[in-house]
């Protein structure tokens, strides 16, 4: 089973792309802190896809915090200097908030709106 759920904060301003065939999405990472005796943090590279990146650029932010559920991706790739790079990405299949309204800053002034939504399965955690 290939399933991860973390709660954290998002570490970079949102970029959503296009892929050739229309399908939007984003990488960014996510920060975790750990528990402990000393804070410590880890930083885990995130991709989400269709309408969970859309969900993602429209209402959150660097430094929101979320819970992110999804599955691991492994890949490797050659970097400029030939050596390989092994790497892991959470791909997010359901993101959620963290926080109360005011606890942050909002990205967009809408986000009252976002409790007025009629069709609720057009919401990418629906």
């Known amino acids: 089973m290939n399933v991860v759920c973390i709660i954290g904060r998002l570490t970079r301003d949102i970029e959503l792309k296009s892929s050739t065939s229309g399908t939007s999405y984003l990488q960014n990472s996510i920060a975790v802190d750990r528990k402990g005796k000393e804070k410590e943090t880890d930083f885990f590279n995130i991709s989400a896809f269709g309408k969970s990146a859309e969900f993602i650029e429209k209402w959150l932010h660097k430094g ?16 400029k200097n ?22 942050t800053t909002e990205k967009k002034d809408d986000v009252a709106d976002f409790l007025n939504v009629s069709d609720i399965s057009e919401l990418p955690f629906a």
């Open 82 to 103: 030939g050596n390989k790079v092994n790497s892991v990405t959470i791909i997010v299949d359901q993101i959620d908030f963290c926080e109360a309204k005011g606890e």
């Open 64 to 79: 929101s915090k979320v819970a992110i559920t999804g599955h691991l991706q492994s890949g490797s790739y050659t970097d």
